[in-house]
């Protein structure tokens, strides 16, 4: 079982902080996902990291794959109370994804 | 933008009845899956199918749980004799080509309360 862990857990700050979540695993993974998912919904793909060391920015997030592809952070600048929500990494290892439990982002106006 | 819709949002059963929990992939995928979310815990990979067949499946999906495409538009997952533990959110997702190459685009997912 490739095991993926996400710190920290719960995370409450204030509009315009700056925030970084992790996701670790002790397992090589051919490919990195994160996605955000509201309550009710489904989770919504972000991003998509394949390569080690690879940074891909999407306006105010930053996503870094681990150069021995076992780990990735998601950096969040300027956070805005829409940021708010359930931020989950997927690792996927022989065209299986499986999911880490997830940061669950406050941020507060 | 086309969408993974699932049917019903929501489904409540008696313990030991079975359940059958429909979704329509993205018309040009070919990948699909299910995945569960118990309340409050992380989302879990039950199985992916491909081809008409299954290619993965976790230690969860086991003789209890059941897949098909009965048509050229929905894949359904079938649960049967229903226990209390099986009640959760289940999300059905497609993506174009596998995990490995292509992001997947995931329903609203149902929640199923087992009574």
């Known amino acids: 079982t490739q095991l993926l862990e996400q710190s920290p857990q719960f995370l409450s700050i204030q509009e315009g902080e700056n925030l970084t979540v992790y996701c670790n695993s002790s397992?090589?993974?051919?490919?990195l996902q994160w996605y955000r998912q509201e309550p009710g919904e489904g989770p919504v793909l972000l991003v998509t990291?394949?390569?080690?060391?690879e940074v891909k920015k999407l306006k105010r997030l930053t996503f870094q794959f681990g150069d021995a592809r076992k780990d990735s952070s998601l950096h969040i600048t300027a956070a805005q109370p829409g940021d708010t929500g359930l931020y989950l990494c997927?690792?996927?290892?022989?065209?299986?994804?499986?999911f880490g439990a997830g940061t669950r982002l406050t941020v507060k106006p | 933008e086309p969408e993974v819709t699932q049917t019903p949002s929501h489904q409540v059963t008696q313990m030991g009845q079975e359940v059958i929990l429909r979704c329509v992939p993205i018309?040009?995928?070919?990948?699909f899956y299910w995945y569960r979310q118990i309340l409050g815990q992380k989302v879990e990979f039950l199985v992916s199918f491909y081809n008409n067949e299954i290619s993965e499946k976790s230690e969860i999906f086991d003789d209890q749980f059941s897949v098909e495409r009965p048509d050229g538009s929905n894949f359904t997952l079938k649960i049967r004799s229903t226990k209390l533990e099986d009640s959760a959110m289940y999300f059905c997702?497609?993506?174009?080509?596998?995990?490995?190459?292509?992001?997947?685009?995931f329903g609203n997912g149902t929640r199923l309360t087992v009574t």
């Open positions: 997927a690792g996927v290892y022989n065209n299986d994804m499986r």
């Open positions: 397992s090589v993974f051919s490919s």
């Open positions: 990291v394949v390569t080690g060391g």
């Open positions: 018309s040009n995928h070919l990948y």
């Open positions: 997702a497609s993506s174009e080509q596998g995990t490995g190459n292509s992001p997947l685009h």
